[in-house]
């Protein structure tokens, strides 16, 4: 089936799951003049897009119905089952031609899935997932790690490139989400960096904010201490990036390391503290709270 381009005002894209990414995202796509049609599990996370001239549909199923292009941003990986699979799910409303691109962050293997079922119906599938936090969706800014069929990527390029800065075709399918687990090894690494050093800091009686700014421009510079140290100074653990979403990332990665017979043991250790901040009630935290397992375990009671 031959591909056309994309073309604002004219071709038709749908967007299912508009949380914390997904709004702003969908935004960027709504303001170049794209045809929306939007679907969410809560409605009212939808309605500014509506507001702003997106389409309301019911399901999944009708949004593909609907639309030249899906795109899906939701949870975990059996929401993303679900939109795809379920009884009223995106493969029961798919034309020949069509292009499918899950943004969520889930496991290769379920990439492989919906790239096979969508080529039997003679469409085709992407796996996008992304980086650059609630800033980098906001501000158009993500990094956009992806895999599949590489004719339909060059097509929804424009789409990409209004969400994004960096657009990088990694290979075939689950190349995307692999690119992505690599991502999430090295900000376990990064995280845990920046709140030990913060605590370090603390305990040494150092004013927090003036070693922020030496070490901010140093070798130490990174995002993890541009955007989130600030936040963890404020006391401010809103998400961001939820707890819960990041032990599932760590989960698949460390569940791929495994099938790959390679040992990680600095992201297991991560994925531990993690485990322990979900037990503590951080669950729906940002990542950044990963402090307050590491001050438990010191006894430390920052003033905040
Ligand atoms: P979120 O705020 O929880 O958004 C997910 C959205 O998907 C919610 O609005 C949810 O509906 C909707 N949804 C879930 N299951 C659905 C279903 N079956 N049908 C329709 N809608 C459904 O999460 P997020 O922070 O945007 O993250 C989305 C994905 O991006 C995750 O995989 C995450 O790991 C990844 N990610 C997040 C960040 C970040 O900084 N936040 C950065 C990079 C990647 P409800 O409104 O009913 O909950």
New binding site residues.
Partial sequence: MPLSPVQPHQTKVGW????????PMCRHILAKGYLVTV????KE?ALPLVEKGARWADS?MEVAKGSDVVFT????PE?VR??YF?PSGILKGVRAGMILVD????PPSLAQEIHKAAAELGAYALDA??????V??REAR?SIMVGGDRDAFEVVRPLLEAMGKSIVYQGGPGAGQHT?LTNQIVIAGTMIGVCEALLYAYKAGLDLATVLESIRGGAAQCWTLDNLAPRILKGNFD????VD??V??MGIALEEARRMKLSLPGLSLVHQLYVALQAQGHGQKG?HALILALEHLSAIRRDQ
Avoid: E
């Avoid at 679907?39 to 809560?42: I, V």
């Avoid at 997932?129 to 609630?134: A, H, K, L, T, W």
């Fill in positions: 299912i799951g508009t949380g914390v990414m997904g709004l679907f969410n599990r809560t996370k999944p941003m939701v949870g975990f929401d679900q939109v379920g943004m969520t962050t889930t997932p992304v980086s650059g936090g609630d980098g969706a993500l992505k998400p961001g990036f939820f979403h990041f599932k990332d990542t």
